[in-house]
């Protein structure tokens, strides 16, 4: 299987607790980005890295949030100090960008967050 | 402002009728557009991506982008009940996904 792979797929976790989850991406994308899902909406963008460097971050993001993609191949997501609303569904995607254009994104399975 | 607005529906098609789904954007910097189907408890799935002005087919499915009125739209002729999901477009140049149109369509 050469598709965005996602682990965990499921997370429980009590409040205060710090998580975090990974994304190995379609092997020759260069882009690779976060979004947040809760029910009813459309993701929410989080942040996306272009190889290791982490190009935006979303302004609704809080402190709490980090993400890494040391190498520029998977990335990691953490959330420290987990709060009830930060229950959702985590998904990656990668793209390729070359040519100085931007690809269509492939999504992984997610991950679901559930902070008790 | 959000830079991607979807028509939320719900919009509800009879079996073998045609879904017009429509998506209006801000960011005139976004060359192309992608529009996605969602099945519930399911991650997002590519089905067209559209990069000219104009119409393009795939099958049961034509995407159609005015650049000029900033829309992008997809129609899915044809509706079969499989094609029951939510429906999310976005543009290249931030990703930004609307909220989706939620689709059934009824045997």
């Known amino acids: 299987d050469t598709g965005v792979s996602q682990n965990p797929r499921h997370k429980i976790t009590k409040r205060g607790q710090n998580v975090t989850f990974r994304c190995d991406p379609i092997s020759e994308h260069n882009r690779l980005y976060w979004y947040r899902q809760t029910l009813g909406q459309g993701p929410e963008f989080l942040t996306y890295f272009q190889n290791e460097a982490q190009l935006e971050k979303s302004r609704l993001l809080s402190d709490r949030f980090s993400a890494e993609r040391p190498k520029g191949s998977f990335s990691t997501l953490e959330i420290q100090r987990t709060e009830q609303g930060d229950s959702a569904m985590y998904l990656c995607?990668?793209?390729?960008?070359?040519?100085?254009?931007?690809?269509?994104?492939?999504f992984g399975p997610g991950t679901r967050l559930t902070v008790t | 402002q959000k830079e991607v607005e979807q028509n939320s529906g719900p919009l509800s098609v009879p079996e073998g009728a045609i879904a017009s789904l429509n998506c209006t954007y801000s960011?005139?910097?976004?060359?192309?557009f992608f529009w996605y189907r969602q099945y519930s408890g399911k991650s997002p799935e590519l089905i067209m991506f559209?990069?000219?002005?104009g119409d393009k087919e795939d099958g049961r499915f034509t995407a159609q982008l005015n650049k000029a009125s900033q829309y992008v739209s997809l129609l899915i002729r044809d509706s079969q009940p499989s094609d029951s999901a939510t429906y999310l477009c976005a543009g290249n140049n931030d990703m930004r996904f609307g909220a989706g149109t939620r689709l059934t369509v009824k045997p």
């Open positions: 559209i990069y000219s002005n």
């Open positions: 960011d005139r910097g976004s060359q192309s």
């Open positions: 995607a990668s793209s390729l960008k070359g040519q100085g254009r931007v690809y269509e994104q492939y």
